[in-house]
């Protein structure tokens, strides 16, 4: 599975990604031992020969966690694939962890949902955002970056009404939770016009401060738009805005955005 688009015939048309818990990458730190295991039993007995059971799944194989990690990444860098999805750091900035457990994405990984979430995306063109590029004078325009962060939630969540779902457990999960996933394009493209050297320190703490920026705004307009239309069912009495500030990645929020929720 690790190794299955080193072929460039094969699975040319998915996206795939492994999950990475907390324990394996202890166990990558520590030079331990990994058990390979899954809770179905193998299809093909000739080939991988008598499972036993442990822990109620059954058991494939041993292996050195720090090879498979290796593996993992010399794929990845090579490849592109598989994708690297730290699920347990995932689940524990999960806005919604008190109502739900994630344990995939979408198909190409933007975005980790529970099951029969949604798959809503879109995407700020960040050199859209700068001002006399390719100058000395070239710099983001921060105004124009919120004004269109606000156009950008409002335009998403709207996009989930007019929405048709090929089952009615999507449409609820989506009505219920209006879970959308805003995020950026054309980052190299900004840092080129700017002359910033990409994974230099000044381009770092630029980026950050371009996500806080818009990550604040969407938190903002989102509370704008609860006023207007009313909250979530998912955050629509205080006994749930009281778990959903104190969950995921709300713990790390401004003071007056967790107060305004």
Same mark, same amino acid.
């Given at each position: 599975?690790?190794?299955?688009?080193?072929?460039?015939?094969?699975?040319?048309?998915?996206?795939?990604?492994?999950?990475?818990?907390?324990? +394996?990458?202890?166990?990558?730190?520590? /030079?331990?031992?990994?058990?390979?295991?899954?809770?179905?039993?193998?299809?093909?007995?000739?080939?991988?020969?008598?499972?036993?059971?442990?822990?109620?799944?059954?058991?494939?194989?041993?292996?050195?966690?720090? /090879?498979?990690?290796?593996?993992? %990444?010399?794929?990845?860098?090579?490849?592109?694939?598989?994708?690297?999805? +730290?699920?347990?750091? #995932?689940?524990? %900035?999960?806005?919604?962890?008190?109502?739900?457990?994630?344990?995939?994405?979408?198909?190409?990984?933007?975005?980790?949902?529970? !099951?029969?979430? =949604?798959?809503?995306?879109?995407?700020?063109?960040? !050199?859209? %955002?700068? #001002?006399?590029? +390719?100058?000395? @004078?070239?710099?983001?325009?921060?105004?124009?970056?919120?004004?269109?962060?606000?156009?950008?939630?409002?335009?998403?969540?709207?996009?989930? /009404?007019?929405?048709? +779902?090929?089952?009615?457990?999507? &449409?609820? @999960? =989506?009505?219920?939770?209006?879970?959308?996933?805003?995020?950026?394009?054309?980052? =190299?493209? %900004?840092? #080129?016009? &700017?002359?910033?050297?990409?994974?230099?320190? @000044?381009?770092?703490?630029?980026?950050?401060?371009?996500?806080?920026? #818009?990550?604040?705004?969407?938190?903002?307009?989102?509370?704008?738009?609860?006023?207007?239309?009313?909250?979530?069912? =998912?955050?629509?009495?205080?006994?749930?805005?009281?778990?959903?500030?104190?969950?995921?990645?709300?713990?790390?929020?401004?003071?007056?955005?967790?107060?305004?929720?």
């Amino acid at each position: 599975f690790i190794t299955a688009k080193r072929d460039s015939k094969r699975l040319r048309m998915f996206n795939l990604s492994v999950l990475v818990t907390d324990a +394996f990458m202890h166990a990558v730190e520590s /030079d331990s031992e990994w058990v390979l295991m899954h809770e179905h039993a193998p299809k093909v007995p000739v080939v991988w020969g008598d499972t036993t059971k442990l822990n109620g799944k059954h058991f494939y194989k041993i292996v050195k966690a720090r /090879d498979l990690w290796n593996l993992i %990444m010399e794929s990845t860098y090579n490849y592109a694939e598989p994708g690297v999805l +730290f699920i347990d750091q #995932i689940n524990d %900035m999960n806005n919604l962890s008190y109502m739900e457990s994630i344990s995939a994405t979408n198909p190409c990984g933007e975005q980790p949902l529970p !099951p029969y979430g =949604a798959c809503l995306l879109g995407s700020i063109n960040l !050199p859209k %955002m700068v #001002i006399n590029p +390719f100058s000395p @004078e070239a710099q983001i325009d921060m105004k124009l970056l919120e004004d269109t962060t606000r156009v950008a939630v409002r335009m998403l969540d709207s996009v989930i /009404d007019i929405s048709n +779902f090929p089952l009615p457990q999507q &449409l609820e @999960e =989506a009505k219920t939770k209006r879970r959308m996933g805003l995020g950026v394009t054309g980052l =190299a493209d %900004m840092l #080129i016009m &700017l002359k910033l050297r990409y994974g230099s320190t @000044e381009a770092a703490l630029l980026a950050e401060k371009v996500m806080k920026t #818009i990550t604040t705004t969407a938190y903002q307009e989102s509370i704008e738009l609860a006023k207007e239309f009313g909250p979530c069912p =998912a955050t629509d009495t205080l006994e749930k805005r009281q778990s959903f500030i104190e969950s995921g990645f709300m713990r790390n929020m401004p003071t007056e955005i967790r107060e305004n929720v």
